[in-house]
């Protein structure tokens, strides 16, 4: 059974620092693009940051670039958003998931669809 789970989530200020981690078992995320979408309240998934599956490729939402950090721990399977200077409108439900089909980055975040999602985790900026 392949599952994905996300911790890491909480309420912070804004300006402060959030690390969100995922946590892969039943596939081994080296064989797979990950990401990190997220869901605001009243709005659509977005896709926040991807990382294509071999050539390590890293796609940002502009909104967030200079921000977030996505790094992908092959050895303990796990892919991690590192979230800096957060902001009140960065405040949603973070889902990261993986895709097998070889997606560039950028359009994977663009949304292409996974194989495998993570159950969310709450991240609430306060400012």
């Known amino acids: 059974e392949v599952q994905l789970q996300a911790s890491g989530g909480g309420r912070v200020q804004a300006g402060e620092s959030l690390t969100l981690s995922c946590a892969a078992s039943?596939?081994?995320?080296?064989?797979?693009?990950v990401a990190w979408f997220r869901q605001a309240p009243g709005k659509g998934r977005e896709g926040v940051s991807c990382?294509?599956?071999?050539?390590?490729?890293?796609y940002y939402a502009d909104s967030v670039k200079g921000r977030f950090t996505i790094s992908r721990n092959n050895a303990r399977n796990t892919v991690d958003l590192i979230m800096s200077d957060l902001k009140d409108e960065d405040t949603a439900v973070y889902y990261c998931?993986?895709?097998?089909?070889?997606?560039?980055?950028?359009?994977?975040?663009?949304?292409?669809?996974?194989?495998?999602w993570g159950q969310g985790t709450q991240v609430t900026v306060s400012s």
């Open positions: 990382m294509s599956t071999f050539e390590y490729t890293e």
């Open positions: 998931a993986v895709d097998g089909r070889g997606w560039p980055a950028s359009l994977y975040c663009a949304g292409r669809g996974s194989d495998y």
């Open positions: 039943g596939i081994r995320v080296a064989d797979y693009a």
